[in-house]
């Protein structure tokens, strides 16, 4: 094979490789188009129940982040740094408060405490997870999350000394949703 032809053949495989890229990006920007809307509709959506399910109020939550400095919370029992997504007024009753533990098994946990007035939690729903199914994902489970209702102060797991049963075989998993919730103990104590 001559020289020419090789030089010929190596620019047609790079012209083909380049058209493959430029129409891969183009469908990938498409789809993105296509789906940024209905993913940003259905975390709107998931974010408006939690709300409900940790303080259920009669009317709307106010946003009041930005009352809330929005610096890292950092959490006394584990001198972990949470940081703070929103805080949300629940009327009279209280405040729900979105963090993101950054201290999960698979990564961040993305959740809402709300907290009363008194200092009680009222709830927690966690929003996003990548937790390992069957185990840190039973952190969505009503039934374990319904041991923080009406618990106040300092929160963490049993095998450390506090009041929270961890989820069978994800300790690291429990201790993360106890990080945020003590974060959003925290926040809402300095709202007062």
């Given at each position: ?9 190596m ?7 380049a ?14 188009q ?6 940003q ?7 408006q129940?939690?709300?409900r ?5 009669d009317g709307?939550?106010?946003d009041v ?8 919370v950092?959490?006394?029992v584990?001198g ?5 997504k929103?805080?949300?007024?629940a009327?009279d009753e ?8 950054p201290?999960g ?6 959740m809402?405490?709300g907290?009363?007035?008194?200092g009680?939690?009222?709830g927690?729903?966690?929003i996003s997870?990548?937790?390992?199914s069957g ?8 039934e374990?999350q ?7 102060g300092?929160?963490g ?10 989820i ?17 103990i925290?926040v809402?104590?300095?709202?007062g």
């Amino acid at each position: 094979m001559s020289e020419a032809k090789k030089q010929a053949s190596m620019a047609s495989l790079v012209i083909v490789l380049a058209v493959i890229c430029l129409v891969s990006a183009a469908i990938l920007g498409l789809i993105n188009q296509v789906t940024v809307g209905p993913i940003q509709a259905n975390t709107e959506k998931t974010v408006q129940e939690s709300l409900r399910t940790v303080m259920p109020i009669d009317g709307d939550y106010e946003d009041v982040t930005d009352q809330y400095s929005g610096d890292p919370v950092t959490v006394d029992v584990t001198g972990v740094s949470v940081p703070v997504k929103a805080v949300y007024k629940a009327a009279d009753e209280g405040y729900v408060v979105e963090t993101m533990s950054p201290n999960g098994f698979g990564g961040a946990l993305d959740m809402m405490a709300g907290v009363d007035n008194e200092g009680n939690v009222t709830g927690i729903a966690i929003i996003s997870h990548a937790e390992t199914s069957g185990l840190g994902s039973k952190s969505t489970d009503p039934e374990w999350q319904a041991q923080f209702k009406g618990v106040n102060g300092t929160i963490g797991v049993t095998k450390d000394g506090y009041q929270i049963n961890a989820i069978t075989g994800s300790t690291i998993t429990s201790r993360a949703v106890c990080d945020g919730v003590n974060a959003a103990i925290a926040v809402v104590e300095t709202l007062g």
